[in-house]
């Protein structure tokens, strides 16, 4: 039957990333910048190696000096000084003559080539030389690698350890992008304990807060954990507008569905810019999303049963988190994996199910291997510790009721990074 008040999963999905705008950049030193996007394009202001410098430990030479030489016919020259690496003084180097050269020191005037010590007697004051270099050998070219003014890191790049080392070695100490965003989460439930109080059989151990602070850590922000709020809808606004001052994003679980004391929405629904619903997937049904506060805060409160909060933090709050840091694609790609048992679905919903993915390394045909993934636990919102043992969410569409072994199906691999 299909529910007229319930709107798609792909409608909640642009609402939730209407709410969210890509953070202002802002100067980052290089440590602070890993994992952030680029937004700048930044031209290298020296080109690398910023100048010759030799490849190998050995002698400068001048390759025509010693061209020819063999064991049996070696080339003897007197070694008339010595460059290590970070030496400032440029030497010349006078035909007939070697000097002794590190790896990464500059080769000086009048060398064309470096003799590794291994072709050499390792002579100090002499060296005999039995192997000849080609001319240019063992001389790495000012340049070769990036020239001056090329564009070494561009815009929207994910600055990874290659780009910042990069950076770092055209002499960059900070760069332009866009910040880690900063998210507030807080859970609601006068029924919630921390861990490392007392429980009784009225009270349940907060699970969800730490689950979706460490998940916003995982997608890259600065997760703030405010804990616990009481069903109190007052406590839950004075909390919520309290946080906002350090907040790019605020994320609750609970109180969103039908019961007498839904507190989130009791609390916001007022609010010009809130939009509480129902979305049709399981689990995640209930589901609100808007602004809060003079900036216009994004907020998306999520339901409260524990996997039905974490799907919906991998399938909307991720999502938003990676628009916030400008990074791109915002959704974790699908995967396509053959399903091992079968499973069933809800007509009109999109299930996400639990599911352990495996993408074998080994040689074998197509079949062995294509990637593989077997159905963990059922479809319960409560299992939470169903959820720990997998590692990806099995998407059935919605028109879709059942899947036989055998099958494609598609997979969100939860701990991909991408
Ligand atoms: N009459 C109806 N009842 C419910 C409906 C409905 O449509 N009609 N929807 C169900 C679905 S689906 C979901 S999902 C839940 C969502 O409810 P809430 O978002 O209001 O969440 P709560 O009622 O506060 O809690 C639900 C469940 O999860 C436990 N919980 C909550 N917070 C935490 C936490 N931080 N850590 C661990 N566990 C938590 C809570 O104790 C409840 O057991 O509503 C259904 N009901
Ligand atoms: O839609 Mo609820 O999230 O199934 O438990």
């Known amino acids: 039957m299909a529910d007229q008040d319930m709107i798609g999963v792909p409608e909640f999905f642009e609402r939730v990333m209407e709410s969210v705008e890509p953070l202002a950049p802002m100067s980052h030193s290089l440590q602070e910048a890993s994992g952030?996007?680029?937004?700048?394009?930044?031209?290298?202001?020296?080109?690398?190696?910023?100048?010759?410098?030799?490849?190998?430990?050995?002698?400068?030479?001048?390759?025509?000096?010693?061209?020819?030489?063999?064991?049996?016919?070696?080339?003897?020259?007197?070694?008339?000084?010595?460059?290590?690496?970070?030496?400032?003084?440029?030497?010349?180097?006078?035909?007939?003559?070697?000097?002794?050269?590190?790896?990464?020191?500059?080769?000086?005037?009048?060398?064309?080539?470096?003799?590794?010590?291994?072709?050499?007697?390792?002579?100090?004051?002499?060296?005999?030389?039995?192997?000849?270099?080609?001319?240019?050998?063992?001389?790495?070219?000012?340049?070769?690698?990036?020239?001056?003014?090329?564009?070494?890191?561009?815009?929207?790049?994910?600055?990874?350890?290659?780009?910042?080392?990069?950076?770092?070695?055209?002499?960059?100490?900070?760069?332009?992008?866009?910040?880690?965003p900063r998210v507030v989460v807080l859970s609601t439930g006068s029924e919630l304990r921390d861990p490392g109080s007392q429980v009784g059989h009225d009270s349940i151990y907060d699970g969800n807060s730490y689950m979706l602070a460490a998940a916003a850590r995982a997608a890259g922000a600065i997760a703030y954990r405010v804990g616990i709020v009481p069903d109190d809808p007052g406590t839950f606004l004075e909390t919520v507008h309290d946080q906002l001052v350090r907040a790019d994003l605020v994320v609750t679980s609970g109180g969103v569905s039908a019961g007498d004391y839904d507190v989130v929405k009791a609390a916001l629904s007022g609010e010009p810019d809130m939009w509480f619903g129902r979305v049709a997937m399981q689990p995640g049904k209930p589901q609100g999303v808007g602004t809060i506060g003079e900036d216009r805060t994004p907020i998306i409160t999520l339901p409260g049963n524990p996997v039905s909060a974490y799907v919906s933090f991998e399938v909307f709050v991720l999502p938003a988190i990676r628009k916030l840091m400008g990074l791109t694609p915002y959704a974790r790609p699908l995967r396509r994996a053959l399903l091992t048992h079968p499973v069933s679905s809800i007509e009109g919903k999109r299930q996400f199910l639990r599911g352990d993915y495996s993408v074998p390394t080994g040689v074998g045909g197509n079949a062995a291997r294509a990637a593989h993934v077997t159905p963990v636990g059922g479809p319960g919102s409560h299992m939470l510790g169903d959820l720990a043992a997998s590692n990806a969410l099995i998407v059935v569409p919605e028109s879709v009721t059942r899947v036989e072994a055998g099958q494609p199906v598609h997979v969100l691999a939860l701990d991909e990074q991408f």
């Not at 030479?61 to 070696?74: F, H, N, Y």
């Not at 690496?85 to 080769?107: D, E, Q």
């Not at 039995?130 to 070769?144: M, N, S, T, V």
């Open 36 to 180: 952030l996007a680029c937004a700048e394009n930044v031209a290298a202001e020296l080109s690398l190696p910023s100048f010759d410098n030799a490849s190998m430990d050995g002698y400068a030479v001048v390759s025509a000096d010693v061209a020819g030489s063999t064991p049996a016919s070696p080339t003897v020259l007197p070694v008339v000084g010595e460059i290590g690496a970070g030496t400032a003084r440029i030497m010349a180097l006078s035909p007939g003559t070697a000097v002794k050269i590190m790896t990464g020191a500059p080769v000086p005037a009048g060398c064309d080539a470096v003799v590794p010590y291994e072709w050499t007697d390792a002579g100090v004051a002499q060296v005999r030389i039995d192997k000849a270099p080609k001319p240019l050998q063992h001389i790495r070219r000012a340049g070769e690698d990036v020239g001056r003014g090329d564009v070494v890191v561009g815009a929207n790049t994910v600055l990874g350890p290659r780009q910042i080392g990069l950076l770092a070695a055209v002499g960059r100490s900070h760069v332009y992008s866009r910040p880690k």
